[in-house]
């Protein structure tokens, strides 16, 4: 079947630090992927997406690349700012339908 | 432009009984998105509308759960016999021009449902 699974949270930062939070996937034939955040108070929005292996989807200084053979999307970024705070979701869109499988989501926290 | 917006934003109910959750998708957009965020827990696909018809409805848990979209515009969600399991957050989504799998689908800020 087709599953997300992402690090586990609460992730907690201090500003200008580093940020990995890992997902890996399991599909059937070739999914395209996404990450979805959720800042406190909003709506799910799309943060970043890769629709085919190698590509490298950016936003907001966030970056993500689809790697086929470790089956990874793993969501980075330099230098976080307080504004950042949120709950990360990574998904996947496994082909033939429109749906989206999600991970359970990591919460972020970044402490100026 | 509006976003996607879903009425009520919380509903209480007590078990048993039939509730209705409404989607107003963005104009325009022709694939509409329900999904369903118990606590803790990522999003779980329901059911996918291409314009009037169900597209996919693989999400659905039982028969106790349908949902509507008529006139290929606003959808209901409905919930017959509620049950306590069925508390959760409602996601709605739309996407313009579906069929690539690669759409970026755009969230309505959610209906909190408690079934008591």
């Known amino acids: 079947g087709n599953s997300v699974t992402q690090m586990e949270g609460p992730v907690t930062l201090s500003e200008e630090a580093f940020l990995t939070i890992n997902c890996t996937y399991t599909a059937t034939g070739y999914p395209s992927l996404f990450w979805y955040v959720q800042y406190p108070g909003e709506g799910l929005q799309l943060l970043l997406k890769?629709?085919?292996?190698?590509d490298k989807g950016s936003n907001k200084g966030f970056e993500a690349t689809y790697r086929k053979e470790t089956t990874s999307f793993h969501l980075e970024k330099g230098s976080v700012q307080v504004s950042d705070s949120a709950v990360y979701f990574c998904a996947l869109n496994p082909g033939g339908s429109e749906k989206l499988v999600f991970g359970k989501g990591t919460k972020l926290t970044v402490n100026p | 432009g509006a976003g996607v917006s879903q009425t009520p934003s919380n509903k209480v109910t007590e078990k048993g009984k039939y509730v209705e959750l409404r989607c107003d998708p963005i104009s325009g957009h022709t694939a509409l998105y329900w999904y369903r965020q118990s606590l803790g827990q990522g999003p779980e696909f329901l059911i996918y509308f291409q314009g009037t018809g169900a597209a996919d409805d693989s999400g659905l848990p039982n028969d106790r759960f349908f949902a509507v979209r008529p006139e290929g515009s606003v959808s209901t969600l409905k919930i017959q016999r509620t049950e306590r399991g069925d508390s959760a957050v409602y996601l709605c989504?739309?996407?313009?021009?579906?069929?690539?799998?690669?759409?970026?689908?755009?969230f309505g800020p959610g209906t909190r449902l408690l079934v008591l």
């Open positions: 989504a739309s996407s313009p021009n579906p069929g690539t799998g690669q759409e970026t689908q755009y």
């Open positions: 890769a629709t085919k292996a190698d």
